[in-house]
């Protein structure tokens, strides 16, 4: 039955009963451990962004405001290294506990601040948390389920994003106003106990194969250090654009390309086939879309005069339909067509992107990016967690951590990279400009394009249809 039920087995579980479910025995705490932990990452997520101003007006720390947002990417993309080479070395119970522990903590630092600085070192030892949470639930989804379940895991994944986004900034809005900023904060790190409750009794004993045991690779911490700071300093100097921005750039550069470069998979950049292509298609479609969705709003007030509110209800769709793709893909017949979802959900947020570039001219119905967004929203969702389940169809159970890890530091690297190519575009161009908004959607199409085409390398050479690993094998 392969290493996966072994583990499984061993923890006092079995998966041979085809007919179970992420609902049934023996996975019923397991998922909704998994999932209210995804939901409270959520909402705290959406939620931020709403108390966020009030609370850099309430500190004095405005010209700060930036490195709140950068300072949780940066920290998290070194936990995430940390955290892969932990559960694959230590099993993920430990990362996950600590990552819960830390994420809590940065919370109540934030929730407490008396000044922008210690406001904003919260929100680094959030991201701590949160990258060590993310690679360890990914972990066990890998170790703890067999593989016909995981796309229903990474659906439910999906689906704990759609709540948080449609009520997370009108909840976030009424606490900031009638309670203050900090409950924002405050309140969550009561609740993230419940999480891990839920899902000890059932990973005690679970490590992650035959790596279990042996010390952490100090090489790829410090591969990971040199990437966190190499990305902290490009942030830096996107924000500055002025001639001595050129400094931290280059030294930005000089730390994070190499440092990405011995990370993650040998030919990820150049669209290896197998592995290394899915981590790249994970970059290139979070990076685009991600990237795209951040203007929408400012395009959508300073284009067409909508309210904040009404800017922010036009992406709704987009987090709806975003879970509607990802039940899609965790049909029964979606296995036999897993790389084809990956292709068409690229190809429907390209075009998705493309129709927003349109929207951005004053003459265009605003109405079109509400619909461009619900069409985008659908192939992320279809993308995204096949993506996902690509990844430990060709992972062996004890890379599982390694590239787990490797998955989400492309993700935030997708992020960090075309977010600052769409900044820089759009602060040349005129910023709140015609030419400059069109430019940056322009660009984030092109970018989802060129993953739609690369899309066929996933599968490895010389086979016609991608492994499987786990139960099914």
Known sequence: MGSVTTLARASGLSDTDETAGILTRPYRMLTVGIVACVLLIAFEA?????????????????????????????????????????????????????????????LVLAGTATTMWTFVAGRVTQGLGGGL??????????????????????????ASWVLPSVVGPLVSGTVTQHVGWRWVFLSIPVLIIAPLALMLPQLRGLNAGEAAGQPLDRRRLRLALGLAAGAGLLQYATQRLDLWSLVPAAAGAALLVPAALRLLPRGTFRAERGLPTVILLRGIAAGGFISAEAFIPLMLVTQHGY????????????????????????????????????????????????????????????????????????????????????????????????????????????????????????????????AGFVAVFGSMALVMLGGTLVCRRVTPQGREALPIRGSAA
């Open 46 to 106: 959406t939620a931020v962004n709403t108390a966020m101003p009030v609370a850099a007006r309430a500190l004095h720390g405005v010209s700060l405001y930036a490195f709140a947002f950068t300072g949780f990417f940066t920290s998290s993309l070194l936990a995430m290294v940390v955290s892969g080479e932990w559960c694959d070395k230590r099993g993920p119970l430990v990362p996950l506990g600590a990552g819960i522990a830390v994420f809590g903590a940065g």
């Open 133 to 158: 949470v993310i690679v360890a639930l990914y972990v066990v989804v890998g170790l703890r389920y067999p593989e016909r379940l995981r796309p229903k895991v990474f659906a439910a994944f999906a």
């Open 307 to 434: 309210s904040p509110t009404m800017a922010g209800l036009s992406l709704a769709g987009g987090g709806v339909f975003w879970a509607v793709g990802s039940w899609l893909q965790g049909r029964p017949f979606a296995e036999r067509h897993r790389l084809r979802l990956v292709q068409l959900g690229l190809a429907a947020a390209t075009v998705a992107i493309a129709l927003v570039g349109v929207a951005a001219t004053p003459s265009a119905p605003a109405l079109l990016v509400a619909s461009a967004w619900t069409l985008g929203g659908c192939g992320m969702g279809l993308a995204i967690a096949s993506i996902s389940v690509l990844l430990f169809n060709l992972s062996e159970p004890e890379e599982a951590g390694v590239n787990s890890a490797s998955l989400q530091v492309n993700d935030a690297l997708g992020n960090i990279v075309c977010t600052a190519l769409g900044g820089l575009l759009f602060t040349s161009l005129g910023t709140g400009t015609t």
